[in-house]
């Protein structure tokens, strides 16, 4: 089943369940990247000392660390999943560690001991959805 809202966004469902999203917003890397370093770089977590899961999210590394540079980084907890999926936030580990669950979820919500405010996490999303470019 296909519905249509009055601001013409479509959505499909099953058995009359279905979610109508807005279209993603085009959101720039330095927005995420400053994300990051608010969120999670403090507490030596994702900094360039000693990076948890080998991921460095520092302004100066954030961007090669998740997307890289020809076929997308794979994530150390789920190798077959790549911790950004350009275009497809729902197909990115991080996404799904940002959010706690997804398939091939593993280890604890990030950032750890803190939730991210779902305005940030749409904005991650918005950026993966628009293809995660590097500006």
Same mark, same amino acid.
């Given at each position: 089943? @296909? &519905? @249509? +809202?009055q *601001?013409?966004?479509?959505?499909?469902?099953?058995?009359?369940?279905?979610?109508?999203?807005?279209?993603?917003?085009?959101v720039?890397f330095?927005?995420?990247?400053d994300i990051f370093? %608010?969120?999670?770089? !403090?507490?030596?977590?994702? /900094?360039?000392t000693?990076?948890?899961?080998?991921?460095d =999210?520092?302004?100066?590394?954030?961007? %090669?660390s =998740?997307v890289? @540079? $020809?076929?997308?980084v794979?994530? $150390? +907890? &789920? #190798?077959? @999943? =790549?911790?950004?999926?350009? $275009? !497809? #936030? +729902?197909?990115?580990y991080?996404?799904?560690? =940002?959010?706690? /669950?997804?398939?091939?979820?593993?280890?604890?919500?990030? #950032?750890?001991? %803190?939730?991210?405010?779902?305005?940030?996490?749409?904005q991650?999303? +918005?950026?993966i959805?628009t $293809?995660?470019p590097? *500006?």
């Amino acid at each position: 089943m @296909t &519905c @249509t +809202d009055q *601001n013409a966004l479509a959505g499909v469902g099953v058995s009359q369940v279905f979610t109508v999203s807005p279209p993603a917003q085009a959101v720039s890397f330095a927005t995420v990247k400053d994300i990051f370093v %608010a969120s999670c770089t !403090s507490m030596a977590c994702h /900094d360039s000392t000693q990076p948890a899961g080998a991921l460095d =999210l520092t302004a100066t590394r954030a961007y %090669a660390s =998740l997307v890289g @540079t $020809g076929g997308g980084v794979p994530s $150390g +907890d &789920c #190798p077959a @999943t =790549l911790l950004v999926k350009p $275009g !497809s #936030p +729902d197909q990115s580990y991080l996404v799904h560690k =940002l959010q706690g /669950d997804g398939p091939c979820f593993f280890g604890s919500k990030m #950032p750890k001991g %803190a939730t991210l405010p779902a305005e940030k996490i749409q904005q991650i999303r +918005d950026w993966i959805a628009t $293809g995660a470019p590097s *500006n």
